[in-house]
């Protein structure tokens, strides 16, 4: 591999000085489409807060996965781990870096239904991103404001139905067996707006044992309501069976061949499959001019089996809950909220109350049966676990003078966890308990407006992040029961930043932000597919955020976003029994966080042709607590080109290419945090050339 340093700034030559081309997704601000922020009456520009929205329609990808179209939004981390058995790593400002499996740290939305269960645990894999038309992204302290674990917040919508009816048909085919085809139909019934969109992936993986198939089903309906109300019914399916897990690799294995898969996940046949169906609806009704009422209830279903790779011999401990995961669940909720705006748009006043509810039947099997290994085998752990969310907030912006504004927030949740277990025998004691969580959070925040077209801004407040039920799973001394004695992280956040806008659409954004946190959540031990966590002391997140959106010349723009973070454990600790080779000391790196991220697009829109050149660099991060280990930094190059042919009567065709990795640069594209066997690394796709095909009627 090159030096990082050599990796970050060729590309990022390469994104100034070459005009090659295509549209992907865009983060531009669109005023009135921001739900994230909960104040209705007034556009984001004007809020104390970090907010970004990205334009989904016609983009140049795959489609495959949410990670694509993140890399634009400073401070934010997605990275898509060429292993579709394992969701995304999402981070914001450092915040979920260290999630082994799943998101942690973030909280997920799409069309307004929570993908974040009441425990924090979240999921991207089943957003159906064939129906999706935007995406919006919350940094900062207001993050709090949507309860357990908001480092920040994501949520994807879909579009609208409604007006003429309109087909869309994109198909999809790219290196390693790639292949993504989706339809979408659009259009409104007897007053009802409709928008069904199917959408199905296969590939053969970048890396050896990383198969996979993907299914998705999303339908939105709506319908307008007398007095200016609306009702919204939104119903989803995700399917996935048997997604191939090739595992992490260690330092050698990467640099003999990348593409290999662990041994263990052959001997085991590491595998995983998810099925979910989730339905919500959403009503708003305003009672006059001044308020309006909203209410939404959700539920869903969801079942995963996992086969992981934990050696037979460990599990001749009568404690160990076997090498085969299967857990089936629902969950569901409600939440309503009342807002009351002045008639003069200088004042809005939001409460409301909030209530989700998680089952889930958790069962562990051997993986093994007899001599044959990656096989569900004997009994080895069956419990029922249930969460409870309950919250409400208040929040009201206040215009409080010409060029100044008050934002001011609170919430109260109380988080309750329970299981039962039932699996008992003489060597496995009853390991059923409980705990319960209780936490304020309030924020606050400042506008200045010194300029028509340039926003100063100052928010603070505090936020929490409690333990998940698999954080609860297992203790770190490895005895019996939950991890009971976790406590909730609390950090403290402040932020200050600054907003312009220019002509032709111009813009440029800054923040500069701290948050502190105590009882930090860390891995305490990861190997052979099992997580144990303790608390260990404070720890701090620290950096500046940049991102612009520059208009060069007709048919010339240039996006730029960059991160400087600084995330460190404050307190020492050991990461097993107390010896040199387990001290973390102070001032030690967070794992799986890097010092610096950059994104910069080049793009050029005829009116038929479209090319752009797209380059991201990122320093190296840490792997482990104590910092023994890194993965290096890299940068890379991606080219697009498209044209779009007008069809007399038949809609229009939009054909595109998109070359990721150009340079062929080889790279980690993500880290498994802790991780006991030493797989830290999980490679990053070669170069790739993707060519795509749609069709609008």
Same mark, same amino acid.
């Given at each position: ?24 997704? %865009? ?43 993140? +890399? ?187 593409? $290999? ?44 089996? $996992? ?51 998680? &089952? ?22 069956? $419990? ?7 919250? =409400? ?135 052979? =597919? ?6 260990? =002391? ?6 500046? %955020? ?54 910069? &697009? ?16 990122? +320093? ?78």
């Amino acid at each position: 591999m090159r030096s990082p340093r050599a990796s970050l700034l060729a590309p990022g030559i390469c994104a100034v000085l070459l005009a090659w081309p295509a549209r992907a997704a %865009e983060v531009t601000p669109l005023p009135g489409v921001v739900v994230t922020a909960r104040v209705e009456s007034v556009p984001a520009f004007e809020l104390p807060a970090a907010l970004d929205v990205i334009d989904l329609r016609e983009d140049n990808r795959a489609r495959a996965d949410l990670a694509e179209a993140l +890399g634009g939004v400073p401070g934010l981390l997605a990275r898509e781990r060429q292993n579709r058995a394992q969701d995304t790593q999402l981070s914001i400002r450092g915040f979920g870096a260290r999630a082994t499996f799943g998101v942690r740290g973030v909280r997920l939305y799409a069309d307004g239904i929570p993908a974040t269960l009441p425990d924090g645990q979240g999921q991207l894999s089943h957003f159906a991103l064939a129906a999706a038309e935007r995406v919006e992204v919350m940094r900062g302290p207001f993050s709090a404001l949507y309860g357990n674990s908001s480092g920040g917040v994501v949520q994807v919508w879909s579009a609208d139905g409604g007006g003429e009816t309109e087909l869309a048909l994109r198909g999809v085919a790219a290196r390693y067996g790639l292949r993504n085809a989706s339809a979408s139909l659009r259009g409104s019934a007897a007053g009802t707006g409709y928008h069904l969109a199917l959408a199905r992936l296969d590939g053969d993986g970048y890396r050896a044992h990383s198969a996979a198939r993907r299914t998705w089903g999303n339908l939105k309906l709506h319908r307008d309501l007398p007095g200016g109300g609306r009702l919204d019914l939104v119903a989803n399916r995700f399917d996935a069976p048997d997604a191939q897990d090739p595992l992490g690799l260690d330092a050698a294995q990467l640099r003999a061949n990348p593409r $290999q898969a662990a041994a263990p996940a052959w001997q085991y046949d590491t595998r995983k499959s998810v099925r979910q169906d989730q339905a919500g609806l959403a009503w708003r009704q305003p009672l006059g001019a001044a308020t309006t009422l909203r209410a939404s209830v959700y539920a869903g279903q969801r079942a995963v089996e $996992q086969f992981l790779a934990v050696p037979v011999a460990a599990q001749a401990n009568p404690l160990n809950g076997g090498g085969v995961v299967d857990l089936d669940g629902g969950h569901g909720g409600g939440d309503v909220r009342a807002t009351w705006q002045d008639g003069e748009g200088r004042f809005e006043l939001t409460a409301g109350l909030a209530h989700e509810r998680q &089952r889930q039947h958790r069962r562990g099997f051997e993986n093994f049966r007899g001599d044959v290994p990656g096989v569900r085998g004997a009994l080895r752990r069956d $419990q029922h676990d249930t969460v409870r969310a309950s919250d =409400g907030y208040l929040q009201a912006w206040w215009k409080f003078a010409p060029a100044w504004a008050l934002q001011l927030g609170a919430r109260h949740s109380t988080v309750r966890f329970r299981s039962q277990d039932h699996y008992v025998t003489a060597a496995n004691p009853d390991d059923s308990g409980r705990v319960e969580y209780r936490q304020t959070t309030p924020v606050a925040g400042l506008v200045f407006a010194p300029h028509a077209d340039l926003r100063l801004y100052l928010a603070a407040g505090r936020g929490f992040e409690t333990p998940t039920l698999n954080e609860l799973a297992y203790r770190a001394d490895g005895g019996a029961g939950l991890a009971l004695d976790l406590a909730p992280a609390v950090s403290r956040n402040l932020e200050l930043g600054g907003k312009w806008r220019g002509a032709g659409g111009a813009r440029l954004e800054a923040a500069l932000f701290r948050a502190d946190t105590d009882d930090e959540l860390a891995v305490a031990a990861n190997t052979g =597919g099992r997580s144990a966590y303790h608390n260990v =002391g404070r720890a701090r997140r620290q950096g500046a %955020e940049l991102a612009a959106q520059l208009p060069l010349a007709p048919g010339w723009s240039l996006q730029l976003a960059a991160t400087w973070l600084d995330a460190r454990f404050r307190d020492g600790f050991c990461t097993g029994p107390c010896a040199p080779a387990t001290r973390v000391a102070p001032g030690t790196r967070i794992p799986g966080v890097p010092r610096r991220q950059a994104w910069a &697009r080049l793009q050029w829109q005829g009116q038929r042709w479209e090319a752009a050149a797209e380059a991201q660099g990122l +320093g190296e991060v840490t792997v482990d607590d104590r910092g023994s280990a890194r993965a290096p930094g890299h940068g890379l190059l991606h080219l697009e080109l498209a044209r779009r042919w007008e069809l007399d009567g038949d809609g229009h065709l939009r054909g595109f290419a998109r070359l990721d990795n150009a340079l062929d640069r080889a790279h980690v594209g993500s880290v498994i945090v802790n991780e006991g066997n030493g797989r830290y690394y999980e490679p990053g796709l070669g170069r790739s050339l993707l060519l795509g095909l749609e069709w609008r009627h």
